[in-house]
């Protein structure tokens, strides 16, 4: 992709990115549904949506970030939008999101902004993870619309975790469990550790 394709598709996503604030109130207003004609996945899908709005909640009223990553992040002395590819119903988002959130907030240079997965499947197949629809997933981009860097759809410890207990023949409600219960102990900071690292290289 040349600068200048990369610069006209930045231009043509951001047409439909929405805020964060935006994005609280449809994850609200997704776990506030009449679940009467809902089918069994719609219903799981809610369950989990009103999980997430607990796990977002928390975050936001708990987090204490780590000083060298504030110290890096108010160092970014130019402009840079940040494009983070979520969904309401996404657990991963959840323990992530408000982090990557709290973190922008050290530096009006950053331009955070949502882009819905299931939304703007063209965009989010210019970012797979492995080959999957991964998210969340963080796209960093200068003001000519460079990309700096990329991040998702989950700190490496926890991917790792995840290959592990896959691996030992664990079912996704198992594995899920143990994942949540990570994020639960980590805080955050297997995330600001590559934060760190990644706003360090550019």
């Known amino acids: 992709m040349t600068l200048?394709?990369?610069?006209n598709d930045?231009?043509?996503?951001?047409a439909n990115t929405i805020s964060y604030d935006s994005y609280l109130e449809k994850l609200?207003?997704?776990?506030?549904?009449?679940?009467?004609?809902?089918?069994?996945?719609?219903?799981?899908?809610?369950?989990?949506?009103?999980?997430?709005?607990?796990?977002v909640n928390r975050i936001h009223k708990t987090y204490n970030a780590d000083e060298n990553l504030k110290a890096i992040v108010s160092k970014i002395d130019a402009p840079q939008k940040?494009?983070?590819?979520?969904?309401?119903?996404?657990?991963?988002?959840?323990?992530?999101?408000?982090?990557?959130?709290?973190?922008?907030?050290?530096?009006?240079?950053?331009?955070?902004?949502?882009?819905?997965r299931d939304e703007n499947p063209e965009f989010m197949d210019l970012y797979l993870t492995n080959g999957t629809r991964s998210i969340p997933k963080l796209?960093?981009?200068?003001?000519?619309?460079?990309?700096?860097?990329?991040?998702?759809?989950?700190?490496?410890e926890?991917?790792?975790?995840?290959?592990?207990?896959?691996d030992e023949g664990k079912s996704?409600?198992?594995?899920?469990?143990?994942l949540h219960l990570w994020y639960g102990r980590n805080r955050g900071k297997a995330l600001e550790k590559e934060f760190i690292e990644l706003l360090s290289s550019i």
């Open 28 to 55: 609200n207003q997704a776990a506030n549904v009449d679940e009467t004609n809902l089918n069994e996945e719609e219903k799981d899908n809610l369950s989990k949506t009103k999980l997430n709005i607990q796990r």
């Open 82 to 116: 940040w494009i983070l590819i979520s969904e309401t119903w996404c657990g991963d988002s959840a323990q992530n999101v408000p982090y990557i959130v709290e973190m922008t907030k050290f530096n009006p240079l950053i331009d955070l902004e949502i882009v819905l």
């Open 158 to 166: 926890g991917a790792d975790l995840v290959k592990k207990l896959k």
């Open 139 to 156: 796209i960093a981009f200068n003001e000519e619309g460079q990309e700096l860097f990329q991040w998702g759809p989950r700190p490496k």
């Open 4 to 7: 200048t394709d990369q610069t």
């Open 172 to 178: 996704k409600t198992e594995f899920l469990e143990q």
């Open 10 to 14: 930045i231009n043509n996503i951001t």
